[in-house]
């Protein structure tokens, strides 16, 4: 053995072939090495992910956890929560994703089998409403319906869902969205509501039995419901709505008398907030019946806000914002601005009566007329009337009157066409005079609209009359057709109904914009009525001598009737309103205050402000178009409740019901 090769050592249990061959021994321990490697990292990724926890959390903004837990089936892809979870319990999750009809009629086996709590109901409602907006079958949204009104309304108070329960309010959208598409008119935007028996899944049929006396009110039929929740509104500044149960909807309307016309003042496009209300009796009782029988009622947002339901006080949802919106959207009105101070006819040629109510004449409510300004229209008083008509303290207390004319017209002329149609519309609502309220009106007028208005409060004389002539008006050399004329239009008398007056950037002493020459240029293409026109052409022919105004060029329209310094605005300045008329001013200025030397960009403050009023609100940092200004509109809302709770004090009426005047001093309005 000495001095020879030593043999390897061989390792018990391995072969000696290994190491027989030069090499082998060392190429075949790397391999082994290598694949004990690998086995290695395999069992420790094994024993790793065995080693995990199934569940983990993690932190995420709470806004992220806010949008999960109010997830539905109204706001995104996937069902609630709590939908979710009932899937789960009964081991249909996998199978609603594969096939929703069949989970669906599952679910619906389970209320038959006597599984009928608020769980199942729920998770029923909102996955047949996901299943309607996918498939568009009308029949799951009418399913929908049967299932949201038995979860919320079970019959029992111990079954109801708990106060703060978020499906409840889940539910109550889900009702509400149905029922409208669930009986939307096909291939238009509208609610068909009518009696009659209606198909559901699961070979189940709804009978609707409709109050047809609902669709009567204030006289007038209702039609043409437009529902008015899902709308996007712009323009407003804001949108009021009120929660609750039942479809909100805008609803035309037509007179049921047809020779009514005379007292019938409504805008032929307005349209009114309504709410449609299916009832089920004993829902859950029903819920699984071959036929379910149910009512429908129509609802007006100004006459009801609440029913009865399961001996419960439960609130109407409505929109009433978006029912303006919608009125105003589809409205004649806007065209007016353009045309109507050029044409001095247009109004009087399309329109009988210029004047608009919101809503039908009901007694014992107070007149606010608005009077809108140059180159302008009622649409201007959208947001005001908008929060107006909100309003608590004033919802049953006034009716709202929107008077339009030709505003390149003269300022007298259109002062007579207020009066005219403000006198003419007392005398048809009530000739026997019974209705004290509508005897206590106020004017709000803005820009050249609170000259029309002021125009209404003042006993003149000939004083206005002598700005034109040297003569009389008796001694004039005209026909009798004009003399007639010229006294309407010069000689002032103060309706004894209109005991307030609000005026809103209002020039009482001019604007200096009416001297830019382009508004100048402008006033030349003004075209004033034929009757006005006609007049004027009578008085110079036979009266040059008289005039105080250059013949050749007479300037009458508005924009010459508002130049700083005209005449007739110098005398209407020194003329105080007629004896027991109340009447205050808003005013807005570009800057900040004080609002000396200041304008709102057309008017100076010092022609808007008034030393005799009774109150004078000045707004800083806002234009002309003030009437929109939320402190402009609470200012207006401030002066309406008080003249309301004067006369409401003075002569008990258009005071508030007992329960609104309770929650009024309780709750504020509503934003």
């Known amino acids: 053995m000495d001095g020879g090769t030593p043999l390897p050592y061989t390792a018990p249990g391995v072969s000696a072939d290994l190491v027989r061959r030069p090499g082998a021994g060392l190429d075949g321990w790397r391999r082994g090495r290598g694949w004990r490697r690998a086995g290695a990292g395999l069992l420790l990724a094994l024993l790793a992910i065995g080693c995990g926890p199934p569940i983990s959390v993690r932190r995420v903004p709470a806004r992220q956890v806010s949008a999960e837990l109010a997830r539905s089936a109204l706001n995104s892809n996937r069902p609630s929560l709590f939908s979710e979870n009932v899937l789960y319990r009964w ?22 089998g006597g599984h009928a709590g608020g769980r199942t109901l729920f998770a029923l409602a909102e996955l047949c409403f996901q299943h309607a907006e996918r498939s ?63 198909a559901l899944p699961f070979g189940q049929q709804l009978v609707v039995r409709l109050d047809e006396a609902s669709r009567v009110w204030a006289n007038r039929r209702l039609v043409d419901f437009v529902p008015v929740a899902e709308l996007e509104v712009r323009g407003l500044g804001a949108r009021f709505r009120s929660p609750g149960i039942g479809a909100p ?23 009114v907030p309504v709410t449609a209300l299916l009832r089920i009796d004993q829902p859950r009782a029903q819920v699984t019946q071959p036929v379910i029988e149910s009512s429908l009622r129509i ?5 009801v806000d609440r029913v009865d339901i399961d001996g419960r006080s439960v609130p109407i949802e409505a929109e009433p914002s978006a029912a303006l919106a919608y009125s105003l959207s589809q409205s004649q009105v806007w065209r007016w601005e353009r045309w109507g101070i050029l044409r001095g006819d247009l109004i009087s040629r399309e329109f009988e009566r210029p004047l608009a109510f919101v809503e039908p004449y009901r007694p014992g409510r107070i007149p606010v ?16 009337l908008n929060v107006l008509m909100n309003d608590r303290r004033l919802r049953d207390r006034v009716q709202f009157w929107f008077f339009f004319y030709d505003t390149g017209n003269a300022i007298p002329y259109s002062a007579l066409r207020l009066r005219q149609t403000l006198a003419g519309a007392v005398a048809q609502l009530d000739p026997d005079g019974r ?50 004329l010229l006294r309407q239009v010069f000689v002032f008398e103060s309706l004894p109904f209109v005991r307030r007056l609000v005026f809103i950037a209002t020039p009482h002493r001019g604007s200096f914009v009416a001297e830019y020459s382009i508004v100048n240029l402008l006033a030349r293409f003004v075209r004033l009525p034929q009757t006005l026109a006609t007049a004027t052409a009578d008085l110079i022919t036979g009266n040059v001598d008289a005039l105080r105004f250059d013949p050749r060029r007479p300037t009458f329209g508005a924009v ?112």
Request: charged share 25%; with cysteine.
């Open 435 to 484: 209705d004290a309220a509508l005897r206590e009106m106020v004017v709000i007028g803005h820009s050249q609209g609170g000259l029309l208005a002021r125009l209404t409060a003042i006993d003149s004389g000939d004083r206005f009359w002598d700005v034109v002539s040297t003569r009389s008006i008796d001694e004039l050399d005209v026909r009798d057709e004009t003399r007639a």
């Open 299 to 303: 609802y007006h947002h100004l006459d």
């Open 91 to 112: 081991g249909l999750t996998a199978l609603y994703r594969r096939d929703p009809e069949a989970a669906l009629v599952v679910l619906h086996e389970r209320l038959r």
């Open 560 to 671: 010459y009737g508002m130049l700083p310094g005209n005449r007739f605005l110098v005398e209407l300045d020194r003329t105080p309103i007629a004896p027991g008329v109340t009447a205050h001013s808003i005013i807005a200025v570009r800057g900040n205050l004080p609002p000396a030397g200041q304008s709102d960009g057309v008017v100076d403050f010092s022609s808007a402000s008034l030393d005799w009023v009774e109150s004078e609100l000045v707004i800083p940092r806002s234009g002309h178009s003030v009437q929109g200004n939320p402190l402009a509109i609470e200012e207006v809302r401030r002066i309406l409740v008080e003249h309301a709770d004067q006369v409401c004090g003075r002569d008990g009426v258009a005071c508030p019901p007992p329960a609104a005047a309770g929650r009024a001093a309780a709750v504020p309005p509503r934003p």
């Open 249 to 271: 909807l805008a609803a035309a309307m037509q007179p049921l008398e047809p020779g009514g016309r005379g007292t019938d003042f409504v805008a032929s496009e307005m349209r």
């Open 136 to 198: 568009r079958q009308r029949e799951y949204y009418r399913a929908t319906l049967v299932y949201a009104f038995a979860f919320l309304f079970p019959g029992s108070a111990a079954q109801s869902p708990e106060e703060l329960d978020s499906r409840a309010r889940i539910a109550a959208d889900l009702y509400n969205r149905s029922l409208v598409q669930g009986f939307g008119a096909p291939r238009r935007d509208t609610v068909d509501l009518h009696s009659g028996t209606f």
């Open 369 to 384: 007329v608005f009077v809108h300004g140059t180159a302008s229209s009622p649409g201007r008083w959208a947001d005001m």
